[in-house]
């Protein structure tokens, strides 16, 4: 059974009173089931929902769908969120639709020592046998129920981890257990006595991270006592922990984020966990002070309203800095959250409290305009040299948002304020000259710009293969390797248009024709999901696997404009195969127009009569072949 199947019985079977009466009161007039909509300001119940036509209509906002667009809207759901949450409230199984891949032995095992090793933490901290717990959780004002949500524990130094891993009964699984913790970082080996082994984190609060579905993948520690030499101890990166894809608390505030259609963005843990606890639920922390690619990505399938709360300090301010540039690439304009004269919202809170955090929110500017508040001296220069020198350091933090309306006419705002006299027009034309040259000048910034090392708590940093981070965290994303060939673009063209093709066996002679790894992966995904869905679910499904994976932005491109043109027309098996003989055929003639105009090129750098005559053979054999194509025929 599949996605497909659920939707359907979830649909055709479960009256749609019984799912939208569970979330607002309806009252049934007749044959007429009537509500209070929920997706405007409404009063009197104008919101029909209907079980005949197994839909709901507001006639006066005009929201409408089945029961399961209700959730979606209603919850602020992911069509597989709402999938699941329907199951639950109706008593269905959504893993007998859904069943997950196997997962390799090693990190099916890692997954499981994560779980185990949280689980032995908090059991630990609760006992009430370790007394810096206490305090910690009694100085934070965390209370009971906060530290269970967030799975607070404490690591003894009598290595706890090591003897619970010790003594699993089977010598085989105890050996690998052992390996696998000690390759994600959680366990070391003893130099003295090479079999034996001790926990890496000892006589520290755990805080455990999640991937954004809440499996555990590493913990941040952090020290009780004087001695010890570093504050704060992170899990190694490994195939299972990467920072730059991990945003700490995502799993819980997805629902919030969405609800209130905007995050906050706080650098530390403890500042994510003291937001959460007053009732800022929308927040995440980034781990370190870098923001991956793929968590922004996550945060922007969510909101394009992001507050940027860092620490209150120059590398809090620098690392803002950084991430603002990568939401500006993005799309997206972040605001700032003023904490001041406090270093970060845990302190803040403590000092402030809640409503006076909520001003600053509401009144919180756009983070560049902030930048460049920052950039003015206190005292304008009257030297023009040094006014143009000014200039240009605004046209650096402006430059993210290119050409835009936004940019230039920022950029004529703050030629003014330094006291320059020439009008807007001369003022952006320059500002346009400056972006001309720094793209000559510099390489684009990319999203997984690391911090300056100095800012690095105690962690380790190595490359995570890429495949086993997707198969971790489940993401659609997928790595571009090579460039997109006119070949591989026209394919991937023909199939959006034409997506019946994925599902007949001749589509593997149009993929002789992909050199690409992303497209050759893309299109896998494509024949995955197209089995799942129905027509009317293909644009705006392949819309959001295409937008939010890790693919080039020619790629985006190409499926966005073929998106354009697709159709929901059902076409017999007949159809199809001819429809796949047309686009090979296309391809064929393609491939070798491109290969005509590759040796033009090399025709231009020859010498010798005897080269040119190679060349012109080889044109020749491209010609006869292009007739015998051309005249192909299905059959």
């Not at 009569?609 to 044109?619: D, G």
Request: proline fraction near 4%.
């Amino acid at each position: 059974m599949s996605l497909k199947d659920l939707k359907e019985k979830i649909v055709t079977e479960i009256p749609i009173t019984a799912i939208v009466g569970g979330y607002i009161p309806i009252t049934r007039k007749g044959t007429t089931t009537l509500a209070v909509c929920p997706f405007h300001d409404d009063h009197k119940p104008s919101m029909y929902v209907t079980d005949d036509k197994k839909m709901y209509k507001c006639f006066a906002c005009g929201a409408g769908g089945n029961a399961i667009d209700f959730v979606v809207n209603f919850k602020n759901l992911d069509f597989v969120d709402a999938l699941k949450e329907i199951c639950n409230s109706q008593g269905l199984s959504f893993d007998d639709y859904y069943q997950k891949k196997a997962k390799p032995p090693k990190l099916e095992m890692a997954e499981k020592i994560l779980t185990k090793s949280s689980q032995l933490y908090c059991k630990l901290a609760t006992t009430g046998s370790y007394e810096k717990y206490t305090e910690f959780i009694k100085n934070r004002d965390l209370n009971a129920e906060i530290a269970k949500t967030y799975s607070l524990g404490y690591a003894p130094k009598d290595s706890k981890l090591t003897s619970y891993l010790s003594s699993i009964p089977n010598e085989k699984e105890r050996s690998f257990a052992l390996s696998v913790a000690q390759e994600i970082g959680l366990i070391k080996v003893d130099q003295k006595d090479g079999k034996s082994h001790y926990d890496t984190f000892r006589d520290r609060i755990i805080f455990p991270i999640w991937d954004q579905y809440g499996q555990v993948v590493g913990y941040t520690s952090r020290a009780v006592f004087d001695y010890q030499k570093a504050k704060y101890m992170n899990s190694k990166e490994s195939f299972v922990f990467n920072k730059k894809h991990i945003l700490y608390g995502l799993h819980l505030a997805k629902s919030s984020i969405r609800s209130k259609d905007a995050c906050i963005l706080v650098e530390g843990n403890m500042d994510q966990i003291a937001l959460y606890n007053k009732g800022f639920t929308n927040s995440v922390a980034v781990q370190g002070v870098a923001l991956g690619d793929s968590s922004l990505r996550n945060l922007k399938g969510m909101t394009s309203n992001f507050i940027l709360s860092l620490d209150n300090d120059q590398a809090g301010w620098s690392a803002s800095e950084r991430i603002n540039r990568q939401c500006l690439e993005a799309g997206i304009t972040p605001r700032f959250l003023d904490l001041s004269p406090h270093k970060d919202p845990d302190d803040f809170l403590q000092s402030e409290g809640s409503v006076e955090l909520q001003k600053r929110i509401d009144s919180a500017k756009v983070f560049i305009d902030e930048q460049l508040d920052r950039a003015m001296p206190e005292k304008m220069p009257e030297i023009l040299d040094s006014q143009l020198q000014l200039l240009d350091k605004c046209f650096k933090i402006l430059s993210p948002l290119k050409e835009s309306l936004s940019a230039t006419e920022r950029a004529a705002q703050i030629a003014k304020r330094i006291g320059l006299k020439s009008d807007s027009s001369q003022i952006i034309n320059n500002y346009k000259q400056f972006l001309s040259g720094e793209q000559a000048a510099s390489p684009p910034t990319h999203f997984a710009e690391q911090p300056p090392e100095s800012l690095m708590t105690e962690s380790f940093h190595e490359e995570i293969p890429y495949e086993e981070l997707h198969y971790l965290h489940g993401e659609e994303t997928l790595l571009s390797v090579n460039a997109i060939s006119k070949i591989e673009t026209t394919l991937l063209t023909e199939i959006i248009k034409h997506p019946e093709c994925l599902t007949n066996d001749k589509i593997r002679d149009l993929l002789d024709f992909v050199s690409s790894d992303e497209v050759k992966n893309y299109i896998k995904r494509l024949k995955e999901i197209f089995y799942e869905i129905d027509e009317s679910e293909f644009v705006s499904i392949v819309s959001n696997l295409t937008e939010n994976g890790s693919f080039s932005n020619e790629l985006k491109e190409t499926i966005s404009q073929a998106l354009r043109s697709y159709r929901p027309v059902p076409l017999e098996e007949d159809v199809v195969k001819i429809i796949i003989f047309d686009i090979k055929k296309k391809l064929q003639e393609l491939e070798l127009r491109l290969l005509k105009d590759e040796i033009k090129e090399r025709r231009k750098a020859c010498t010798t009569n005897e080269e040119i005559n190679e060349l012109m053979k080889e044109l020749l054999e491209i010609e006869k072949k292009l007739v015998v194509i051309k005249s192909q025929r299905h059959k």
